[in-house]
Structures are given as structure tokens and as C-alpha cells.
């Protein structure tokens, strides 16, 4: 069983509609999340981080995390076309970042 | 945050050559990771670059295939060696920068085909 699990799509939805990105993961340790966007052929672009349980908005962002499920998600509000990438979690156990554990990637695509 | 740029940006290689990608970072930073990206894969730790010491591989990775150098707190390379086509993917430079709170940034890659 991987320590992240990440659906890889693609997911396509229509312009103007929420987007919901998850990912699971089984080891307890975790404490902090992060939500990277990749563009084709570039590198991720940090978009979220957060340490704790609950909410944390960013404009049309929100980064949700449910550490009693061992679940995180990320939703994007009223998404456009220029959303579409791929979508990584990403998570640390301990506080070191040579410890971060990625996700897959979810490939989104938003049609106009 | 931190900027940082890689280059070659692309690069189409022969088969048994070596290329050496270059990273170079707008401020002190202590860890810098190479990561490799195969297509449609997530991202795989290659190494971490520590200045003045060597850097410490990942198990799959050898010094040998993957030689990096970290000669200053700004500034690391990371050699693809004797490639071979299985070696065709995108390699990143990643920094944690002292005020990231665990979290780390990347270049914008460097994407590599290897013929």
C-alpha cells in the first residue's frame, strides 16, 4: 500500500464549476500538506500549505485536511481553463523536507 | 519562497552521453534535492545536495549514474551519466528555503530525451 494515495484522473469539468482533488494516506505521522499545480513540462508551483486539521482558504483555494480520516483535499472555486494542470499533494511526517511524499497527480482539465 | 532557474531548459541527448544541468538559487539555502520526473509519474527523490559534504543518494540512485556537485550555498548540479533512453524525463531542482516552514520550491526543470 503506498503512504499516499492520489486518484490520477483525468477529471474534466466544465468552466465555472467546483473542482474537489483528494488524497488519502496511511501513516498517522504526517503533519503537514501541501497542494502543488503543475503545468505541462514545468516544475510544481506551491499553491497550499497548512499543518493542521480544518480549513485554510487562498482566494478561489481551499485546502482542507482531516487528519481523524488520514484525508486531505483541495477545492477550487468558480474554475477556468487556466486551472488546468495536474494537481499533486504532497506530505511530511517529520520536520524535515527531505521527507515529503507526493502524490501522484491528479490531471485536470476545465473546458470552456 | 525562492527562484530558482535550471538550465538546460530542454535538451535532446545522444545515447552515452553525459549532461550536466545546472541550478542556481536567489538565496542562501541549506538543502537542495534533485528530483527526476518520469512521464506521467509522480516525482522521485534522486538525492540531496549538502554543501561541503557529499550528497546522499536515494536507494535506486548512485553516485556513479547521478555525480552532483554543491559548491556554494546558491548553486548545485546534478550529471546524468551515460544515459540511456530510460533516462528520458524531466529532473528538478528543489530548495527548502530557512523561512519555508518544511515545504520546498522548484525550478522549472529540466526536460531531457535521451535518442
Known amino acids: 500500500q503506498k503512504e499516499v494515495e492520489q486518484d490520477p484522473g483525468p477529471l474534466s469539468v466544465p468552466e465555472g464549476a467546483i473542482v474537489s482533488l483528494n488524497c488519502t494516506y496511511s501513516?498517522?505521522?504526517?503533519?503537514?500538506f501541501m497542494w502543488y499545480r503543475q503545468y505541462s513540462r514545468k516544475g510544481p508551483e506551491l499553491l497550499m500549505y497548512?499543518?493542521?486539521?480544518g480549513n485554510k482558504e487562498d482566494g478561489r483555494f481551499t485546502a482542507q485536511v482531516d487528519k481523524s480520516s488520514k484525508y486531505i483535499s483541495l477545492f477550487i472555486r468558480d474554475s477556468q481553463p487556466s486551472d488546468s494542470a495536474t494537481y499533486l499533494c504532497?506530505?511530511?511526517?517529520?520536520?524535515?523536507?527531505?521527507?515529503?511524499?507526493f502524490g501522484s497527480g491528479t490531471r485536470l482539465s476545465i473546458r470552456p | 519562497s525562492a527562484v530558482i532557474s535550471q538550465k538546460p531548459s530542454r535538451d535532446i541527448c545522444q545515447r552515452g552521453t553525459s549532461l550536466t544541468i545546472q541550478c542556481q538559487v536567489d538565496?542562501?539555502?541549506?538543502?537542495m534535492f534533485w528530483y527526476r520526473q518520469q512521464p506521467g509519474q509522480s516525482l522521485t527523490l534522486i538525492a540531496t545536495?549538502?554543501?561541503?559534504?557529499?550528497?546522499?543518494?536515494e536507494s535506486g540512485f548512485v553516485i556513479d549514474k547521478f555525480p552532483i556537485s554543491r559548491p556554494n550555498l546558491t548553486f548545485s548540479t546534478l550529471t546524468v551519466s551515460n544515459m540511456s533512453p530510460e533516462d528520458s524525463s524531466i529532473y528538478l531542482c528543489?530548495?527548502?528555503?530557512?523561512?519555508?516552514?518544511?515545504?520546498?520550491?522548484f525550478g522549472e526543470g529540466s526536460w531531457l530525451t535521451v535518442v
Open positions: 528543489s530548495v527548502a528555503p530557512p523561512d519555508s516552514g518544511n515545504t520546498i520550491y
Open positions: 538565496s542562501q539555502v541549506t538543502m
Open positions: 497548512t499543518y493542521s486539521s
Open positions: 501513516n498517522s505521522a504526517f503533519q503537514y
Open positions: 504532497a506530505m511530511i511526517a517529520y520536520s524535515s523536507a527531505s521527507k515529503i511524499i
Open positions: 545536495a549538502n554543501q561541503g559534504s557529499e550528497a546522499t543518494y
